[in-house]
């Protein structure tokens, strides 16, 4: 069973990174990723494929490197400003997103 959970994680990942690649925009990755997020949340499906969806497609998917990255460069440039306008607005953004896809997944379910 384990290896066949692991086999499921890699093969989730490879989907998730192929996806991040084909999208190529952090800001929308990291909504479209919150989103889920918070649909799969909602849901409270098994410890199995939890580990699976949490562990191989989100973790590849949603990379937070990339939205550190992203402030990293504007750090850089010095624009302090900018910096924590765009700080605040993506957590802000990806929090919102997350409940929407959490209240999303509640009232498919309620409809169901």
Do not use: H
Not at 23 to 33: C, E, Q, T, Y
Not at 69 to 88: A, R, S, V
Not at 90 to 106: Q, V
Request: glycine content about 6%.
């Amino acid at each position: 069973m384990k290896l066949k959970r692991l086999i499921c994680i890699l093969l989730t990942c490879y989907i998730a990174t192929i996806l991040r690649i084909l999208i190529n925009n952090n800001l929308i990755v990291s909504i479209i990723g919150s989103l889920f997020f918070g649909f799969v949340i909602a849901k409270r499906f098994d410890y199995s494929k939890e580990k699976i969806i949490f562990g191989g497609f989100f973790s590849c998917f949603t990379s937070f490197s990339g939205f550190i990255y992203f402030l990293y460069k504007i750090f850089n440039q010095g624009d302090w400003i900018q910096f924590i306008i765009f700080f605040n607005s993506i957590i802000l953004i990806n929090l919102f997103m997350m409940y929407l896809g959490f209240w999303i997944s509640r009232k498919i379910t309620e409809i169901s």
